[in-house]
């Protein structure tokens, strides 16, 4: 009738529309914003070299910042630098230093 083919409707006339995938997963950041068509992260901007981010959106650079992922290299960087680079030779003794505190009292 005329009232149904004009009507907006959520039912059976909208159902057909929903085939369509226009995004997929994107290989870099793992959002489903990588749009196929236009070969595109909207989310980090892949395949560009440079992640995608703006100063308009501070919140949006705080939550994929440095030290919110795993840090699997950077972590350890951060070991050595307490350490002071050492390499092939054998941490201080932990009793000797207390030893040497406990002599100096």
Aim: proline letters at 3%; one cysteine or more.
């Amino acid at each position: 009738s005329y009232l149904q083919s004009c009507a907006m409707t959520k039912g059976t006339t909208s159902q057909g529309k929903r085939g369509k995938r226009n995004t997929m997963q994107c290989r870099r950041c793992g959002k489903v914003s990588y749009h196929i068509q236009k070969k595109r992260c909207a989310a980090c901007g892949y395949p560009a070299a440079k992640r995608r981010s703006y100063q308009w959106s501070q919140k949006a650079i705080r939550r994929r910042t440095t030290g919110t992922g795993r840090m699997r290299h950077l972590k350890v960087v951060a070991r050595k630098v307490k350490n002071g680079f050492r390499a092939g030779t054998a941490p201080p003794s932990k009793k000797k230093a207390a030893r040497a505190a406990a002599a100096g009292k």
